[in-house]
C-alpha cells in the first residue's frame, strides 16, 4: 500500500495557522478492478491505493506536523481525538489508540469511489439510542466530501454549498436499514432526514467483516465500501470524475464504546466542519488493484517492446 510522503508538506506546517490548506493534496489511484466488498482485504485487490491513518497517535502526528489549536483538547490543526471514556471503559484505554485506531484506503474508478479501512476497537457498539439513523451513536465511517472541492469556509448560520456526509455503519449491509446515510446539502441546508432513502442510497454497497483482534484490539472490524457517481450526480457532482479531477475530503469515525447515545470520534484529515480545512483528492491513473489481469499482460507487453528495440 502507498503512502505519499508528508515531510514536504510539514515544512510548510510549521507555520501552524498560515498553513496553506492545498498543501494536503493527495493522488487518488485508479482501480484495475473493483474490489470484492466481503470485508476481506484479498491479495492485492487494494494494493496501491491511497493509505491514511485515523488514529490517537495520528492526531498527535498531525499536532507535530500541523500544528496545535489546543494540544489540551487534542485539537490539531487538520484533525481532533474527541473519543471519551465510555462506562464501563478503563480510563488507561480511552482516548488512546487501544480505544480506537484506524487505516484507510481510498480509490476511484469510472463507477465510484472505493473505501476500506481496518479497524482496532475495543468494544464493537451499532447499537444506540431510539433513532436507528443516528450513525453518531454508532461504530462507522463517515466521509465528508466536497465533491467540487470548493473549500468554502464554514458560516456561522450552517449553510452550505457543497457539503455531502456519506456514512457506512460496521455492520453487513442487509443488517440494518440505517447501513447507509448520505446527508446532502439542500437548499444550502444539510439535509439528513431522508438519508437512508432507499431510493437515494440504492447502489451504495458495503462489505463487514468481525475481525476479532486481527489488528490488536477486542472488537476489530473490516468495512469495504462502495460510493457510485451515479448517485452523487444527482447532487452537486456536475459530472463523472476523469484523470485530474478534484474533491475535499475529511474522515470522521465515531466510536461508541457501549454507549447510549453518543459515544465520542475522530476527525482526521480535516476539521468535518469545515471543508476549507478539508484535504485534496486528486484523480489520478495510477493503477491501484490486482498486478493480475490487465496489469500482468501489459508488463508482458512492455519486456516484449524492450526486447524488440534493444
Ligand atoms: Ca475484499
Ligand atoms: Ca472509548
Ligand atoms: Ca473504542
Ligand atoms: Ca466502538
Given at each position: 500500500m502507498r503512502k505519499l510522503s508528508i515531510v514536504a508538506i510539514a515544512a510548510f506546517g510549521i507555520v501552524?495557522?498560515?498553513?496553506a490548506q492545498g498543501d494536503r493534496v493527495f493522488d487518488l489511484p485508479k482501480l484495475t478492478q473493483a474490489p470484492v466488498l466481503d470485508g476481506v482485504i484479498d491479495g492485492d485487490e487494494?494494493?496501491?491505493?491511497?493509505?491514511?491513518?485515523?488514529?490517537?497517535?495520528?492526531?498527535?502526528?498531525?499536532?507535530?506536523?500541523?500544528?496545535?489549536?489546543?494540544?489540551?483538547?487534542?485539537q490539531s490543526e487538520i484533525s481532533v481525538n474527541q473519543l471519551v471514556q465510555s462506562d464501563g471503559e478503563d480510563a488507561g484505554i480511552a482516548r488512546t489508540d487501544?480505544?480506537?485506531?484506524?487505516?484507510?484506503?481510498?480509490?476511484?474508478?469510472?463507477?465510484?469511489?472505493?473505501v476500506v479501512t481496518a479497524a482496532a476497537d475495543n468494544v464493537h457498539d451499532v447499537e444506540g439510542g431510539e433513532n436507528g439513523w443516528a450513525w453518531w451513536e454508532r461504530d462507522s465511517l463517515s466521509l465528508y466530501v466536497d465533491l467540487i472541492n470548493e473549500k468554502e469556509?464554514?458560516?456561522?448560520?450552517?449553510?452550505?454549498?457543497?457539503?455531502?456526509?456519506?456514512?457506512?455503519?460496521?455492520?453487513?449491509?442487509?443488517?440494518?436499514?440505517?447501513?447507509?446515510?448520505?446527508?446532502?446539502t439542500v437548499e444550502n441546508k444539510r439535509s439528513d432526514e431522508d438519508g437512508n432513502d432507499p431510493d437515494l442510497v440504492d447502489g451504495f454497497l458495503n462489505g463487514y467483516r468481525d475481525a476479532?483482534?486481527?489488528?490488536?484490539?477486542?472488537?476489530?472490524?473490516?468495512?469495504e465500501m462502495f460510493i457510485p457517481w451515479e448517485n452523487l450526480l444527482r447532487f452537486n457532482l456536475p459530472a463523472v470524475p476523469v484523470v485530474g479531477s478534484?474533491?475535499?475530503?475529511?474522515?470522521?469515525?465515531?466510536?461508541?464504546?457501549?454507549?447510549?447515545?453518543?459515544?465520542?470520534?475522530?476527525?482526521?484529515?480535516?476539521w468535518a466542519d469545515d471543508p476549507s480545512n478539508f484535504s485534496t483528492w486528486v484523480m489520478s491513473d495510477t493503477p491501484a488493484g490486482p498486478a493480475g489481469g490487465g496489469t500482468a499482460v501489459e508488463a508482458d507487453s512492455w519486456g516484449r517492446i524492450k526486447t524488440t528495440f534493444q
Open positions: 501552524g495557522a498560515s498553513f487494494w494494493a496501491g491505493s491511497l493509505e491514511l491513518a485515523c488514529s490517537p497517535s495520528q492526531v498527535q502526528e498531525d499536532g507535530a506536523n500541523y500544528g496545535w489549536r489546543d494540544i489540551e483538547a487534542q487501544a480505544d480506537f485506531n484506524s487505516r484507510i484506503w481510498q480509490a476511484w474508478n469510472d463507477d465510484g469511489l472505493w469556509e464554514s458560516v456561522l448560520n450552517g449553510e452550505y454549498t457543497a457539503l455531502n456526509i456519506v456514512n457506512f455503519q460496521a455492520r453487513p449491509l442487509e443488517s440494518s436499514p440505517y447501513t447507509v446515510s448520505w446527508a446532502r476479532g483482534d486481527e489488528f490488536g484490539g477486542e472488537a476489530d472490524y473490516v468495512l478534484e474533491m475535499g475530503f475529511s474522515w470522521l469515525p465515531p466510536d461508541p464504546d457501549g454507549d447510549d447515545s453518543y459515544g465520542g470520534q475522530l476527525q482526521c484529515w480535516g
